[in-house]
């Protein structure tokens, strides 16, 4: 088992920048991928990045270049840098962890991008 704690998000303005972070309660290099996931009403959840324990990271396309995925291994933590927000990423933004094939979920922090 292992709890994954969010932190961060808000409202802001289009444009704007926020970070989220997520501190794992075990060491975050025992998962085999940590990430975050995002779910806008009435959608379905689509992961936003991840990173593997080897550090290679993947992004969501519509979020490549605007948003960064990073972690620190000493603090159990990953952060998600996310710049130039615009209003469609509006959405609950959940920390995600993989170990050995089972998926563990935050409880989510909302982020509101208004125009």
């Known amino acids: 088992q292992v709890q994954l704690v969010e932190s961060g998000g808000g409202s802001v303005h289009s444009g704007a920048s926020l970070r989220l972070s997520c501190t794992t309660s075990r060491r975050i290099l025992s998962l085999d991928i940590t990430g975050w996931s995002r779910q806008a009403p009435g959608q379905q959840r689509e992961l936003v990045a991840t990173?593997?324990?080897?550090?290679?990271?993947t992004y969501l396309d519509s979020v490549k270049g605007r948003f960064t995925i990073s972690r620190d291994n000493a603090k159990n933590t990953i952060y998600l840098q996310m710049d130039s927000l615009k209003p469609e990423d509006t959405a609950v933004y959940s920390c995600y962890g993989r170990d050995d094939g089972t998926s563990y979920w935050g409880q989510g922090t909302q982020v509101t991008v208004s125009a």
């Open positions: 990173i593997a324990r080897n550090t290679i990271t």
